[in-house]
């Protein structure tokens, strides 16, 4: 599991090695509440695809090491210890969207300049992406438990209309 301990230590050995990533998945949505609202097996982070070396380095320095790799979609590097952190590389525009390589090379993953905002992960401010970019990843496939909580804490916090 990863904590909220856990998640703050990796943003902050990330953040000294000068890279920058900004949070997704369940963990992204319970910073978007202010609140860790269930337990997390991972921490999603998407990162910039240039910064990967100093990314991949900092985290080896501190234990993690490489236990999948999907990429140019995507790759988890994990720790003894139990948590895991599954990274997304994203080719940034100048003017601030994103891209990320999708299983269809046809058809990549968009992250428009605005989804990038900040919430908060016991209590310290952390870049994560919107309430809107977080629905629109959870469409297309069928929703697990986690996928079911996470959907229902953003219509309870924001009132907004997702698709399940």
């Not at 703050?8 to 609202?37: M, N």
């Not at 337990?39 to 090491?65: I, K, N, S």
């Not at 790759?75 to 952190?85: A, K, N, Q, R």
């Amino acid at each position: 599991m990863m904590s909220c301990a856990d998640v703050l230590s990796v943003l902050s050995v990330l953040r000294e090695a000068g890279t920058d990533v900004v949070i997704a998945g369940g963990w992204g949505v319970d910073a978007l509440i202010g609140a860790e609202t269930r337990e997390h097996r991972d921490l999603d982070l998407l990162h910039r695809e240039e910064q990967e070396p100093a990314l991949v380095a900092a985290l080896t320095a501190v234990g993690y090491t490489q236990t999948l790799d999907r990429r140019p979609v995507r790759f988890v590097l994990s720790h003894p210890s139990g948590p895991e952190i599954d990274l997304h590389p994203l080719r940034f525009a100048p003017e601030g969207s994103a891209v990320q390589s999708s299983p269809d090379p046809q058809a990549p993953f968009r992250y428009p300049a605005e989804c990038f905002v900040t919430g908060t992960i016991g209590g310290t401010p952390v870049p994560c992406i919107s309430v809107r970019q977080q629905i629109e990843f959870h469409q297309g496939y069928g929703p697990g438990p986690a996928d079911l909580h996470d959907m229902a804490g953003l219509r309870a916090e924001f009132g907004v209309t997702t698709h399940f």
